[in-house]
């Protein structure tokens, strides 16, 4: 089971861009993720007649690692470790370390 997945608000915790926050929109492999407005680099794009596209410095977001990123807790407002809790019915759910809170289901 992913501790983070798609649709979560998560912070950086390392790099340029630490303290920032934003949801994540792709998972690239098991380990990267990429998120919104983090990790964003300039690219030069070589402009292409056949497909439309013009050249020139765009901005790019690339992936990050999923231990560089810490899940977001709403109720502290803090960043935090999530764990997984095996519920009676046999499910598997994702709880916040700090409260022992169910993680609610990201909107994705």
Known sequence: ????????????????????????SLRVDADHLLV??????????????????????VDKTMPIHQSNVAIYNPVSAKADRVGI???????KVRVFKSSGEEIPAPKA
């Open 85 to 91: 809790k095996l519920l009676a019915d046999g499910k």
């Open 36 to 57: 919104d407005g983090v990790n964003v680099v300039k690219k030069h794009v070589k402009p292409n007649p056949l497909k439309g596209t013009t050249g020139g410095i």
């Open 1 to 24: 089971m992913n501790k983070i997945r798609k649709g979560d608000q998560v912070i950086v915790l390392t790099g340029r861009d630490k303290g920032k926050r934003g949801t994540v």
